[in-house]
């Protein structure tokens, strides 16, 4: 099992499939991204996004939408730092293995 998996139950409820499900969570990450940016942090992608809220979660824990987007939406510059010198810290950045990636490019 994945360190986590999203609970996709509600996408039969809205006739969305996983891959629109996906887009969305894609798109949250690219809009977070865009206002780090904004706030000066130049080399943020929505990928180191992903990463850090992914990281918030325990192992085998079900994610529903609104918990999700929540995450993305309220995370905070100085937690995402913090998220980032850690990982560069403990020399994990590239290895965060059982997170699933977003499709295409980050």
Excluded at 6 to 17: A, K, P, V
Excluded at 50 to 79: P, S
Excluded at 86 to 93: D, F, N
């Amino acid at each position: 099992m994945k360190k986590w998996e999203m609970d996709t139950r509600f996408c039969l409820e809205l006739g969305m499939t996983e891959h629109e499900l996906r887009e969305i969570v894609k798109r949250l990450c690219q809009i977070k991204a865009e206002e780090f940016r904004f706030l000066g942090y130049r080399q943020t992608s929505s990928h180191d996004i992903w990463l850090c809220v992914c990281g918030k979660w325990k192992k085998n824990q079900q994610v529903t939408l609104h918990g999700l987007t929540e995450a993305i939406l309220t995370l905070r510059a100085n937690i995402w730092m913090n998220w980032l010198t850690m990982s560069a810290w403990k020399g994990t950045l590239d290895e965060h293995i059982g997170i699933p990636d977003l499709p295409n490019e980050y």
